[in-house]
């Protein structure tokens, strides 16, 4: 679809990413995070400099808050994690660790970290490092409550005991030496080292970020990446960071830092790099095709160079609403049904996003493996369906076409409200009284967690790139992203059969069949998948950004 870089072969375990994209993918593969030995596409650009990079106000900026994009954009630069997912082999590789291995049934696994490798305050990073974090993420009494995103320790030996208060410390954690981290999980679970690649799990020098000191932390984390601090997150406005010298897990940064520069909106920004202001922008829905024309195609949809500088590659990301299941109207599943066959997401597909969409019809993306086309049957396009079963849920339609139903939309006040307003008149055209209620993103989140909404804009990028990623957070009870307050008891169980199989293709099936089971209880609708839709300026020399939304700007580079 236009210059959108399908992945025609989704990403399997130890894949490579396939398709349109391939070729220029595979000549941009390199070793280790940082690393630049790997063929150039560009000329490379001269080193120093500051690069300003766009984000949206984060959650924020160190592992126990990284609840958005924006949020994982600045700490996957501030922060390496045991293991690194390199898109562009397709290959998941050691970071921190040396090496790792696994007992026959997976429950067991054993990470060698480096040695010599540094926090940005100059201690070394050992096994230690990484329990005192994975501890900190998971004990209340790091900031009042465990982290929204402890999740992605779930399956390791002790974690409800951590997370109820009961216990101070993973049973299933130890240190047999300074570089030896020995994990053990409650089930099987083959893909445990890719959840190991999330920043969320990266290291923190032990006894920071807790109780008293958890604020300065959370405004000017310690971390261990390619990036430090410079000086604190000032909220709302940006998070200056600089090249960390004594960085060891690849190459030094090329320019001297990156200034994550805030802004609410992508108008905003994309105006300022219009003007020469700022050197990577989102670009709004809207102006799509003019950023395509102006600024040029990249060659992968990936990496910008001077001339090709939008990038339009595939994310491994869904749109999607949420609907809050204890809602008194959303708790009935006719209705979620009837309001996700109303929305026409080709049309908005066609006329909002200028190609730089597709539509939905499954909660795991298309480059997943495990996608299968028309998986979410409620995700068609069929109004007659909808409005038989609004009938049946008791909201019959009057002479004048009116239905008595009236909720709120809940949206990002950040964002184009184009695609919203175009669901809104789907759903008015169904008699239904829908109000777009925009709220500032943390206000949003709060709403979710709390459970004080109806329906609501969200979307979801993966941490590491299997199905599990999407159908454990999403749905499982008690997740801080299970925004829709679903809670099933057949969904845990499928869920956990799930990921206790050991056998790949044994457990794409068995994920399928999770699949299934919450795609006809709708607690989301899926809206779209979209390319990554950012550009540079012409001063970068090079910049990628990954499938998964991450910045490499370690490898970034000015010509000026």
């Given at each position: 679809m236009d210059a959108r870089k399908l992945l025609s072969t989704p990403l399997?375990?130890?894949?490579?990413?396939?398709?349109s994209a391939a070729a220029a993918v595979a000549a941009l593969a390199g070793c280790k995070k940082g690393d630049d030995t790997a063929a150039q596409v560009a000329t490379t650009g001269t080193a120093g400099g500051t690069?300003?990079?766009?984000?949206?106000?984060?959650?924020?900026?160190?592992?126990?808050?990284?609840?958005?994009?924006?949020?994982?954009?600045?700490?996957?630069?501030?922060?390496?994690?045991?293991?690194?997912?390199?898109?562009?082999?397709?290959?998941?590789?050691?970071?921190?660790?040396?090496?790792?291995?696994?007992?026959?049934?997976?429950?067991?696994?054993?990470?060698?970290?480096?040695?010599?490798?540094?926090?940005?305050?100059?201690?070394?990073?050992?096994a230690k490092s990484f329990k005192y974090a994975w501890n900190r993420l998971c004990n209340p009494a790091t900031s009042d409550q465990p982290s929204n995103v402890s999740y992605h320790l779930s399956m390791v030996k002790g974690?409800?005991?951590?997370?109820?208060?009961?216990?101070?410390?993973?049973?299933?954690?130890?240190?047999?030496?300074?570089?030896?981290?020995?994990?053990?999980?409650?089930?099987?679970?083959?893909?445990?080292?890719?959840?190991?690649?999330?920043?969320?799990?990266?290291?923190?020098?032990?006894?920071?970020?807790?109780?008293?000191?958890?604020?300065?932390?959370?405004?000017?984390?310690?971390?261990?990446?390619?990036?430090?601090?410079?000086?604190?997150?000032?909220?709302?406005?940006?998070?200056?960071?600089?090249?960390?010298?004594d960085y060891t897990n690849g190459d030094a940064p090329k320019v001297d830092g990156v200034r994550f520069a805030i802004y609410r909106d992508s108008n905003t920004a994309y105006k300022e790099l219009d003007a020469g202001s700022l050197d990577c922008s989102l670009v709004p829905i809207n102006a799509t095709k003019q950023a395509k024309e102006s600024y040029g195609e990249s060659a992968d949809g990936y990496t910008a160079t001077p001339g090709s500088q939008f990038l339009g590659g595939t994310m491994l990301y869904t749109q999607f609403l949420?609907?809050?299941?204890?809602?008194p109207v959303m708790g009935d599943v006719r209705v979620r049904r009837a309001l996700s066959l109303a929305i026409n997401r080709q049309a908005i597909c066609d006329a909002i996003y200028e190609g730089s969409a597709k539509p939905a019809d499954d909660i795991v993306p298309e480059a997943i493996d495990g996608y299968r086309e028309g998986a979410w049957k409620w995700a068609a396009y069929d109004p007659d369906q909808a409005a038989q079963l609004l009938d049946e849920a008791g909201y019959t339609a009057d002479a004048d076409g009116k239905r008595n139903l009236s909720f709120k939309l809940m949206t990002n006040a950040a964002n184009t409200q184009d695609e919203y307003q175009a669901i809104q008149a789907d759903w008015q055209k169904l008699g239904l009284d829908v109000e777009i209620d925009k709220v500032e993103y943390a206000a949003m989140y709060q709403s979710y967690l709390d459970g004080t909404y109806s329906v609501g804009a969200r979307a979801w990028y993966a941490d590491y790139p299997i199905a599990d990623n999407y159908l454990y957070p999403l749905f499982h009870k008690g997740n801080g992203d299970n925004v829709s307050h679903f809670a099933d008891d057949k969904y845990e169980e499928l869920i956990a059969t799930a990921r206790a199989t050991a056998d790949h293709d044994e457990r794409v099936a068995a994920m399928q069949a999770v699949d299934d089971y919450v795609a006809d209880l709708v607690p989301y609708a899926p809206l779209n998948y979209r390319s990554l839709a950012r550009c540079t300026d012409k001063r970068v020399a090079e910049l990628t950004v990954s499938p998964q939304i991450l910045p490499l700007l370690s490898e970034a580079s000015l010509s000026e």
């Amino acid at each position: 679809m236009d210059a959108r870089k399908l992945l025609s072969t989704p990403l399997s375990r130890r894949g490579v990413i396939a398709g349109s994209a391939a070729a220029a993918v595979a000549a941009l593969a390199g070793c280790k995070k940082g690393d630049d030995t790997a063929a150039q596409v560009a000329t490379t650009g001269t080193a120093g400099g500051t690069l300003s990079y766009h984000i949206e106000n984060p959650t924020g900026i160190e592992p126990y808050t990284l609840e958005d994009e924006n949020a994982v954009a600045v700490a996957f630069n501030l922060f390496d994690a045991l293991t690194y997912y390199n898109f562009k082999t397709g290959e998941l590789e050691d970071l921190v660790a040396e090496s790792h291995e696994h007992n026959d049934d997976d429950t067991a696994w054993t990470f060698h970290v480096r040695k010599g490798t540094k926090f940005h305050d100059g201690s070394e990073v050992t096994a230690k490092s990484f329990k005192y974090a994975w501890n900190r993420l998971c004990n209340p009494a790091t900031s009042d409550q465990p982290s929204n995103v402890s999740y992605h320790l779930s399956m390791v030996k002790g974690y409800e005991d951590v997370t109820a208060g009961t216990a101070t410390e993973l049973a299933g954690l130890t240190c047999p030496d300074d570089y030896t981290l020995v994990v053990e999980l409650e089930q099987p679970y083959a893909d445990f080292d890719y959840v190991c690649a999330a920043p969320v799990l990266s290291p923190i020098p032990e006894g920071q970020g807790s109780g008293d000191g958890y604020k300065d932390f959370a405004l000017g984390p310690v971390g261990n990446g390619p990036f430090k601090m410079k000086g604190s997150w000032v909220d709302g406005q940006y998070v200056e960071t600089e090249r960390f010298e004594d960085y060891t897990n690849g190459d030094a940064p090329k320019v001297d830092g990156v200034r994550f520069a805030i802004y609410r909106d992508s108008n905003t920004a994309y105006k300022e790099l219009d003007a020469g202001s700022l050197d990577c922008s989102l670009v709004p829905i809207n102006a799509t095709k003019q950023a395509k024309e102006s600024y040029g195609e990249s060659a992968d949809g990936y990496t910008a160079t001077p001339g090709s500088q939008f990038l339009g590659g595939t994310m491994l990301y869904t749109q999607f609403l949420s609907f809050n299941v204890d809602d008194p109207v959303m708790g009935d599943v006719r209705v979620r049904r009837a309001l996700s066959l109303a929305i026409n997401r080709q049309a908005i597909c066609d006329a909002i996003y200028e190609g730089s969409a597709k539509p939905a019809d499954d909660i795991v993306p298309e480059a997943i493996d495990g996608y299968r086309e028309g998986a979410w049957k409620w995700a068609a396009y069929d109004p007659d369906q909808a409005a038989q079963l609004l009938d049946e849920a008791g909201y019959t339609a009057d002479a004048d076409g009116k239905r008595n139903l009236s909720f709120k939309l809940m949206t990002n006040a950040a964002n184009t409200q184009d695609e919203y307003q175009a669901i809104q008149a789907d759903w008015q055209k169904l008699g239904l009284d829908v109000e777009i209620d925009k709220v500032e993103y943390a206000a949003m989140y709060q709403s979710y967690l709390d459970g004080t909404y109806s329906v609501g804009a969200r979307a979801w990028y993966a941490d590491y790139p299997i199905a599990d990623n999407y159908l454990y957070p999403l749905f499982h009870k008690g997740n801080g992203d299970n925004v829709s307050h679903f809670a099933d008891d057949k969904y845990e169980e499928l869920i956990a059969t799930a990921r206790a199989t050991a056998d790949h293709d044994e457990r794409v099936a068995a994920m399928q069949a999770v699949d299934d089971y919450v795609a006809d209880l709708v607690p989301y609708a899926p809206l779209n998948y979209r390319s990554l839709a950012r550009c540079t300026d012409k001063r970068v020399a090079e910049l990628t950004v990954s499938p998964q939304i991450l910045p490499l700007l370690s490898e970034a580079s000015l010509s000026e």
